[in-house]
C-alpha cells in the first residue's frame, strides 16, 4: 500500500519560508514522479507543482512559479518543496502525491488516497 507523510508546515510571517518535505512508501519512489497539491478553506484542491522521474520536467501552477522549488531525493525516497516569498493565499493544507502525470505545463490528477497534509498558515 502507497502512504506518504508530508511535514515541514508551520505558521511564518509573510516573505518569509518553509521547507516541506514528504516521505513516500510502498512502492519504488525512484521510478514515479512527485507531486505538490494544496487545499485553502472553501477552495478546491489544486495541483501547483510536480517534478518527473528522472529529473528532466518539472511544472509550477502560475501561483507559485517563481517563489517554490520542487526536488526530489531519490536515494532517501523523499520529495521537498522549497517556498520562499511566502504571502497570505499560501495558506493551505498541502499534500504530496507519487505516480501522478507530469509534465512541463500540466500536472496530472492524484488517483490515490491522500495523506494527512502538512498545513502552513501565512501571516500578513
Known amino acids: 500500500q502507497v502512504q506518504v507523510a508530508e511535514s515541514g508546515g508551520g505558521s511564518v510571517q509573510a516573505g518569509g519560508s518553509l521547507t516541506l518535505a514528504c516521505i513516500a512508501s510502498?512502492?519504488?519512489?525512484?521510478?514515479?514522479?512527485l507531486g505538490w497539491f494544496r487545499q485553502a478553506p472553501g477552495k478546491e484542491r489544486e495541483g501547483i507543482s510536480c517534478i518527473t522521474w528522472p529529473k528532466t520536467t518539472v511544472y509550477y501552477s502560475d501561483s507559485v512559479k517563481g517563489r517554490f522549488t520542487i526536488s526530489r531525493d531519490d536515494a532517501k525516497s523523499t520529495g521537498y518543496l522549497q517556498m520562499n516569498s511566502l504571502r497570505p493565499e499560501d495558506t493551505a493544507m498541502y499534500y504530496c502525491?507519487?505516480?501522478?502525470?507530469?509534465?512541463?505545463?500540466?500536472?496530472?490528477?492524484?488517483?490515490?488516497?491522500w495523506g494527512q497534509g502538512t498545513q502552513v498558515t501565512v501571516s500578513s
Open positions: 510502498g512502492l519504488d519512489f525512484r521510478s514515479n514522479n
Open positions: 502525491v507519487v505516480g501522478l502525470e507530469c509534465h512541463g505545463d500540466y500536472i496530472g490528477p492524484n488517483f490515490r488516497p
